[in-house]
C-alpha cells in the first residue's frame, strides 16, 4: 500500500443519478487508526458514499483516494479493503466453508484452511459449515458477510450496518474485536444508525445530510453542551442548528 | 368453481401494477429503443415468412405448414411458463438484491397463488401485444401478395395464440408440480412426453387430437377453439392451484469440495477459483441437465432446418458436413445465455476482481459442457453423410464459429444475456459481427462441390478469421466491461 497520513481523501466528491443529486461536493478525510463513523437519515447517501469508496461505483466529480488508491484503480482498493454491504447476499449454491475459501482464493491468500476456521470458529459456523448459504439464517449469512470481509485482516475496513441481524452476544464479540484492531492500527470506517453503538466506538464522525456532509470532527468536538449524546447532535446537525429537539 | 375463482379474485391494480414493473424493467434493461424494436423484429421476421410461405407451400401442404407452426407455439409456451419455480427462486435469493411484486406475499396479507394468477395473466398479454399481435400484424402485411384474406389471417394468430396459451398452461402446472415433489413433477412431464410420443412417431394419436387449436384447421369447427380456451384456462388454474404457499427452509448439505476441484483445474490466475464455483452453481441448481440437454436439442435444430430447406423450401442444396458446422456455434449463444441466470453474484461486487473474469469463467465452463458433444456431433453427420473426409475441415469450422459467435455474445452481452439480447443495438451489432463469416463459409460449402480450392480457402480464412477475432475480443473483454458492475442490472456502458 503506497505510504499516506490518510486512509481515505475524499475532495468535492459529487453524483447523481439522473437529476437527483445524491452526494453534493463533500470533502473528508479518514486518518489511519482511526475509527470513523457516517451517520444520515435514510436516503442521505451513506451507501453511496460507501460504494464509491470502495470502488463499486463511479463519481462524477472531485478526487477520491481508498488506502492509497484513485477509485480508477477499484481491484486494488478491493484486493486492500474489506467491505461489509448492507444487505447480506453470499453465493447461493456454495456452503458457508465454501463461501469464506472462494473469498481466499480471489485474494489469493496463503493458509486458507487455517484462515476459514478461525473465522467459522470466531462466529461459530463450524456446524454450519457445509450448509448451503441459501439456507442459512439472515444472522448466520451476516455472519458470513463479516467474515468473509475480515478473513485477509484489511488494514481498512468498511462496515454497511454490520451489527444489524445479529443478537446482543455477537453484537459484542464483533464490538470487542473491531476495538482490538483498531487499536491494533487499522482504520474502520463505519455507517449505522444505532448511535448507542457507534457512540462507545468512534473516536470520529460526519453526519450526511441530503448528499451534504453538515457535521464533522470529534464527538468531543461536535458536542455544544456537556454530556450532550451523539443521538442529539446527530438531530441537531441534521435539523440545523437551532431546531427544536424533540 | 375453484379455479374460476382464483380469475374472478384477481386484483385489477395488482395486474397493472405488474404490466407497469414488466414494462419498465424491460426498459431499464435494453432501453426505450430496444423495447420497441423486439416487436418490429418480429414484425418484420412474419411479413418475410409470409412473404415466401408460397415457395414452402410448393413443397408442403398447407396442413403440414399449420401444424408446424401450432407446434411452434406450443413449444414457445412451454418453453417461456415454467413459473413454479419462481417461488422458490424468491425465496432463495437467487434474484439477488432485485425485488418484485411477486415477492409481496412474504409480507402482505394477499396468497402466493393469487399473486401467481395475475402474473400468469400479465404474462399472457405481454406475449400477445409484444409478439402475437406484431407476427399478425406482420402477416397480414404480406396478405394481398400471397392471397390469403385478412380474416383468416386474424383466425389464425387466435388460434396460434391459443396454443402458446396451452404450451405455457402446460409448463406452469408441471413447474408447480415439480415444486411440491420431484416425483410429482417428473409425472407431469412424463405424461406429456408420453402423449407427444403417441402423436410421433407412434402415430397412435392425431396431431389435431391433442393439439386443439389446430384442430380448428381441420374442420373449421368452432368447438375447438372454445375447447382451446377452457384448457387453457383450466391449465393456468390448476398451475395457479398447485402453487406452494410456503417455501421451507431446508438446510441442504453438500461435501466442500471448492477447493478440490479449484487444484484440479488446468488453468491460473483468479479464473480457476472461479470456474470452480461455477461449476459447482451449475450442478448444485440442477442446471447441468437442462444446459447440455439444450444445447444437444439445438444441434437438432440445425438437422431441423436442413431438412426444412431440402423439403420445405424445396432448395436442391447438398448441405455437407461442413455446412452443419458452421451452425453449431450460433445456436450456442442460448446455452451461454442459460449460464448467466443460474446465480446473482451480487457479493463479486466486494472482490478484487472485474466482470471480465467471471465471464471468461463462464466461457470456460461453456466449453467443458459444449465441446464433446459439438465433436461428437460433427463427427456422426460426417459419418452418416458419407464425407469423412470433410470431417477435419468440419472440425475446425464447428471449433472456431463455436469459439468466435459465444466471444461475441459474450463481449456484447456480459452477464446479462438473457436480457441485453432484446437490445437493438445488440441485436444490430451481433448480426454484423457474425452474419458476414457465417455467410462466407455457407457460400463455401455451397461451392465446394464444384470448386474446392475456393471454398476451401473461403472456409479456411473466414474460420482463422474468426478465431483471431475471438482472440481480440477475449483481450477487450476488460475494458469493454470495466464500469460494469455484478449486480442484477448493468449493460457496462
Known sequence: ?246 | MVKMRIFRDLNKHLLIDMIKEEWRLHRSLVGGLGSTFFPLIIFVMAATCALIAPLIARNLNQTTILLMLHAASLFYGFYVGGFGSIGEQIMTKRLGQVNMLLQLPQIYPISFKKVMATFFVKDSLFYLVYTYVPMILGISIAATYIGISQFGILRLGVTAFLAFMIGMGLSFVSSAASSRSKLFGALTYLIIIIIALLVYPFNILQPQQVLLPFAYWTDRSLIWPILSIMLSIGLAAAGSLLIKERYEIKQTKFNNSLLKINERLPVTGEIRPLVAKEWLELSRSGNILPAVGGYALNLLVIVFISWLFNYGFGIPIGFNVVFFSAFVGVLGVMTYSSLTIIEHNDYLNLMPLGVDSLIKAKLMIYFILTSGFTVGFVILIGLIKGEIYLIPQSLLVAACMSIYVVAVTAYLTGLWTNTLFFGAKTILKFALMVIPPLIIIEIGTIILPFNSGLATLMITSASVLGLVASGLLFMRLKKHWRNASFSYISNGE
Request: charged fraction near 25%.
Open chain 1, 1 to 246: 500500500m503506497p505510504k499516506t497520513l490518510s486512509c481515505i481523501e475524499v475532495t468535492q466528491l459529487s453524483k447523481s443519478f439522473g437529476k437527483i443529486v445524491v452526494l453534493n461536493n463533500i470533502s473528508l478525510n479518514v486518518a489511519k487508526g482511526e475509527f470513523f463513523g457516517l451517520f444520515g437519515s435514510n436516503g442521505a447517501g451513506k451507501t453511496t458514499l460507501l460504494k464509491i469508496l470502495t470502488g463499486q461505483l463511479s463519481a462524477d466529480s472531485g478526487e477520491v483516494r481508498t488506502a492509497g488508491y484513485s477509485i480508477s484503480d477499484p481491484i486494488s482498493i478491493k484486493r486492500s479493503v474489506g467491505i461489509v454491504p448492507e444487505a447480506e447476499s453470499p453465493p447461493t449454491f456454495l456452503t458457508a466453508r465454501e463461501a469464506l475459501e472462494l473469498s481466499c482464493l480471489l485474494r489469493d491468500l496463503k493458509n486458507v484452511n487455517e484462515r476459514v476456521d478461525r473465522w467459522l470458529d470466531f462466529f461459530d459456523l463450524q456446524v454450519k459449515s457445509d450448509v448451503l448459504c441459501r439456507d442459512l439464517s439472515k444472522g448466520q449469512r451476516q455472519k458470513l458477510m463479516l467474515a468473509s470481509a475480515f478473513i485477509h485482516e484489511p488494514s481498512l475496513l468498511f462496515l454497511d450496518e454490520a451489527f444489524i441481524n445479529l443478537d446482543p452476544i455477537y453484537q459484542r464479540r464483533l464490538r470487542e474485536y473491531l476495538k482490538k484492531i483498531v487499536e491494533e492500527g487499522r482504520t474502520i470506517f463505519l455507517c449505522t444508525h444505532l448511535l448507542e453503538m457507534a457512540e462507545k466506538l468512534c473516536s470520529r464522525v460526519a453526519v450526511i445530510n441530503k448528499g451534504n456532509i453538515v457535521a464533522q470532527g470529534a464527538i468531543d468536538e461536535l458536542r455544544s453542551k456537556e454530556g450532550e449524546g451523539l443521538e442529539e447532535i446527530f438531530i441537531r446537525a441534521v435539523n440545523g442548528e437551532n431546531a427544536h429537539i424533540p
